[in-house]
């Protein structure tokens, strides 16, 4: 079945270090990526999203490039803030009308940004 | 944007009775739900997939007569977890997809469940 493996935490960087979260996933034939953000205490917040090969999701900063060749989706911040600490999904999502639309987690990285 | 209400945001009970949990989306016609269940640190764990106006779809492993999930609109499905036990404590989050889209997840935020 599918299923993402991303790295493993907890990461801690200074204000202003750049930031990289490395996803990879296994899925069958076209799956969906996205990146969700954990606040403590709170749910997820769609971060960004890419739907096929080579699409590149980005949104406050982050990035993420669809790649088929190595079936990743690695997240990049080139200066992270105090307020970016959070935990970090990957997540994929199967071709459409497949398995009801479920979501597939990675198990969350843990970032947090030192001042 | 589309909004998901859950609620309580925290509750706690005593062993053995039961806590209903309420996911709303409040600006938009939800067709599915999922429930989750996260331990601390770790994963989201998928529970059930719910339909409007059938019988929740539970994943493996998942006791459907302990966690009753109703979804009895396109704007509310609830989430019962009946005879609680301090084992069942967790972080509980829905999430409901929007009419119409393929990927317009919009995540609750979530019910920290403490069961003594």
């Known amino acids: 079945g599918d299923s993402v493996t991303q790295m493993e935490g907890p990461v801690t960087l200074s204000e202003e270090a750049f930031l990289t979260i490395n996803c990879t996933y296994t899925a069958t034939g076209y799956p969906s990526l996205f990146w969700y953000v954990q606040y403590p205490g709170e749910g997820l917040q769609l971060l960004l999203k890419a739907t096929k090969a080579d699409d590149k999701g980005s949104n406050k900063g982050f990035e993420a490039t669809y790649r088929k060749e190595t079936t990743s989706f690695h997240l990049e911040k080139g200066s992270v803030q105090v307020s970016d600490s959070a935990v970090y999904f990957c997540?994929?999502?199967?071709?459409?009308?497949?398995?009801?639309?479920?979501?597939?987690f990675g198990k969350g990285t843990l970032l947090t940004v030192n001042p | 944007g589309a909004v998901v209400s859950q609620h309580p945001s925290w509750v706690i009970c005593k062993s053995g009775t039961s806590v209903k949990i309420e996911c709303r989306s409040l600006?938009?016609?939800?067709?599915?739900m999922f429930w989750y269940r996260q331990f601390p640190k770790q994963s989201l764990m998928l529970m059930a997939t719910s339909n409007e106006g059938s019988k929740a779809t539970y994943e493996q492993g998942v006791e459907k007569d302990k966690f009753l999930i109703n979804h009895a609109s396109l704007t509310l499905s609830t989430l019962t977890v009946t005879s609680a036990h301090p084992e069942d404590s967790s972080f509980y989050i829905c999430?409901?997809?929007?009419?119409?889209?393929?990927?317009?997840?919009?995540f609750g935020s979530g019910t920290r469940l403490t069961v003594v």
């Open positions: 997540a994929l999502h199967g071709p459409r009308g497949g398995s009801n639309y479920k979501l597939t």
């Open positions: 600006d938009f016609q939800a067709t599915t």
């Open positions: 999430s409901a997809r929007q009419s119409g889209t393929a990927y317009g997840y919009t």
